[in-house]
């Protein structure tokens, strides 16, 4: 029962250690060991290998397996400094934004050693096993290092998603929420306000401006796991101004940086996509499905999850790599970006 778990103790801390290309020290693979810092590209690195970029991965060894009420990302960890190079975490998340929406019930286990837990945004409340506890900002924190086969239930709220709901909300913005989450360099603002102001226009709204800039950036650039190493000290103007494909990393901190220069607070998260559906209610999350994308902050609301990597071609890759895998089952998982865009 939910009344057995353990509710977000207060006081925050630091929500990970270590830093690296999605990875830090605490002996976890990929997405499932998410440190302090993270940096945007770097090499594949091969298929057990625990210093490659995981969010290029196309390998298929599972991670964690989940039964839950239903299909979700799977949340491991957020950013709110764009260093130009990548993301670092300034200090203990936020602790504003509300805990209200849908309750989900899931049940996650571990088939590799891990740094950090999945969950659903926004954990509430999680078991009392598994040596986890969970910051006020929402995040599961290992207390130890969790190993293979450990298990844990988590209870989450999942903010509302409906658009009608969201173009209502204003920008009534808590302080700390409008200055940490809306920072950046001053040559990543003056490189990529203007063009998020033209794209953005005649919006009404921060949904509006929200929705705009995703839709541009999934129109306009193309998705691939074969793109060189950036170039430039700027990951977010390089990608938004000279080039044409990328995967998750270059999507959601060009989409993040480029809200920012409008005022919407928004930050860089991390973590995994939904994975396969193998029965009633139960996912195997692999590798592959090692994944960033975007919250962006509502008045009122809270965090909403926005994706604006193009959904339908990263998932036409992830059943490409499980058909030439000669893996058992179906792969044919369905999943949401922004509120209202399904694609499978």
Same mark, same amino acid.
């Given at each position: 029962?939910?009344?057995?778990?353990?509710?977000?103790?207060?006081?925050?801390?630091?929500?990970?250690?270590?830093? +690296?290309?999605?990875? +830090?020290?605490?002996?976890?693979?990929?997405?499932?060991?998410?440190?302090?810092?993270?940096?945007?590209?770097?090499?594949?690195?091969?298929?057990?290998?625990?210093?490659?970029?995981?969010?290029?991965?196309?390998?298929?060894?599972?991670?964690?397996?989940?039964?839950?009420?239903?299909?979700?990302?799977?949340?491991?960890?957020?950013?709110?400094?764009?260093?130009?190079?990548?993301?670092?975490?300034?200090?203990?998340?936020?602790?504003?934004?509300?805990?209200?929406?849908?309750?989900?019930?899931?049940?996650?286990?571990?088939?590799?050693?891990?740094?950090?837990?999945?969950?659903?945004?926004?954990?509430?409340?999680?078991?009392?096993?598994?040596?986890?506890?969970?910051?006020?900002?929402?995040?599961?924190?290992?207390?130890?290092?969790?190993?293979?086969?450990?298990?844990?239930?988590?209870?989450?709220?999942?903010?509302?998603?409906?658009?009608?709901?969201?173009?209502?909300?204003?920008?009534?913005?808590?302080?700390?929420?409008?200055?940490?989450?809306?920072?950046?360099?001053?040559?990543?603002?003056?490189?990529?306000?203007?063009?998020?102001?033209?794209?953005?226009?005649?919006?009404?709204?921060?949904?509006?401006?929200?929705?705009?800039?995703?839709?541009?950036?999934?129109?306009?650039?193309?998705?691939?796991?074969?793109?060189?190493?950036?170039?430039?000290?700027?990951?977010?103007?390089?990608?938004?101004?000279?080039?044409?494909?990328?995967?998750?990393?270059?999507?959601?901190?060009?989409?993040?940086?480029?809200?920012?220069?409008?005022?919407?607070?928004?930050?860089?998260?991390?973590?995994?996509?939904?994975?396969?559906?193998?029965?009633?209610?139960?996912?195997?999350?692999?590798?592959?499905?090692?994944?960033?994308?975007?919250?962006?902050?509502?008045?009122?609301? +809270?965090?909403?999850?926005?994706?604006?990597?193009?959904?339908?071609?990263?998932?036409?890759?992830?059943?490409?790599?499980?058909?030439?895998?000669?893996?058992?089952?179906?792969?044919?998982?369905?999943?949401?970006?922004?509120?209202?865009?399904?694609?499978?």
């Amino acid at each position: 029962p939910a009344e057995s778990l353990v509710p977000v103790p207060p006081g925050a801390e630091r929500e990970s250690s270590g830093s +690296g290309s999605g990875t +830090g020290s605490g002996g976890g693979f990929g997405a499932l060991n998410v440190g302090d810092s993270t940096s945007v590209g770097g090499p594949i690195g091969s298929p057990d290998s625990r210093d490659g970029n995981p969010y290029r991965s196309q390998d298929t060894a599972v991670h964690f397996v989940v039964r839950s009420e239903e299909s979700s990302y799977w949340r491991t960890g957020a950013f709110d400094s764009y260093t130009g190079g990548g993301w670092s975490q300034s200090g203990t998340s936020d602790d504003s934004a509300p805990i209200d929406g849908r309750r989900v019930r899931y049940r996650v286990t571990l088939k590799q050693a891990a740094g950090s837990a999945p969950t659903v945004w926004r954990p509430t409340a999680l078991d009392e096993s598994g040596g986890l506890a969970l910051t006020d900002g929402g995040l599961a924190r290992a207390t130890e290092p969790l190993s293979a086969d450990s298990s844990y239930t988590g209870v989450s709220r999942k903010p509302p998603r409906d658009p009608s709901v969201l173009r209502t909300s204003g920008r009534n913005y808590p302080d700390e929420i409008a200055e940490r989450y809306t920072a950046l360099p001053s040559d990543t603002e003056a490189a990529l306000g203007p063009v998020a102001s033209d794209l953005t226009a005649d919006a009404r709204s921060p949904y509006e401006t929200a929705v705009r800039i995703e839709q541009w950036l999934e129109s306009t650039k193309e998705y691939t796991l074969n793109v060189s190493e950036p170039a430039s000290d700027d990951v977010a103007t390089q990608f938004v101004t000279e080039m044409d494909a990328g995967y998750c990393e270059y999507f959601a901190t060009a989409m993040t940086a480029m809200l920012r220069t409008q005022g919407v607070p928004a930050r860089y998260v991390v973590g995994y996509s939904t994975g396969q559906a193998v029965g009633a209610n139960r996912y195997r999350v692999r590798a592959m499905n090692a994944h960033a994308w975007v919250e962006v902050y509502f008045a009122g609301v +809270g965090w909403v999850r926005f994706d604006p990597t193009p959904g339908q071609e990263r998932l036409q890759r992830e059943r490409q790599t499980f058909r030439n895998s000669d893996l058992q089952g179906d792969y044919a998982p369905q999943e949401q970006g922004r509120p209202n865009e399904t694609f499978s």
